[in-house]
């Protein structure tokens, strides 16, 4: 026998005002690294985000030797420098390296011919 009858919604009233949508963690826990602190350094005050003082702390407990830090610091750089890009875009070249670039590419062209 059925704790309920068809048709019937076990809970009439549904989920409490207020309450968290538990199927938003993902933006909540954004929400939370985005969110300000004052921090002190040097005799100075200034907000930075709570996710960049996580790291900070993350890095320095890594650099004190403690081995589960270092572990999953180095677990993080090879995340980041994966996802950076290897090549330099064109325009970031100068001048000069166009210059070589349709110097090598006239050569190959000449050589082309050759054969």
Excluded: Y
Excluded at 7 to 22: D, F, I, V, Y
């Amino acid at each position: 026998m059925a704790k309920w009858q068809p048709g019937e919604c076990p809970n009439p009233l549904g989920r409490p005002k207020g309450s968290k949508n538990k199927k938003k963690l993902p933006d909540r826990l954004k929400k939370a690294a985005a969110e300000k602190v004052v921090v002190h350094e040097g005799g100075r005050k200034r907000k930075v985000d709570k996710i960049d003082v996580a790291l900070t702390q993350m890095m320095n407990k890594a650099a004190q030797g403690e081995s589960s830090f270092l572990k999953m610091m180095l677990t993080e750089l090879k995340k980041a420098e994966a996802t950076e890009p290897t090549a330099k875009p064109e325009e970031e070249l100068t001048e000069a390296d166009r210059e070589v670039i349709a110097q090598v590419v006239h050569r190959i062209l000449q050589q082309g011919d050759r054969l």
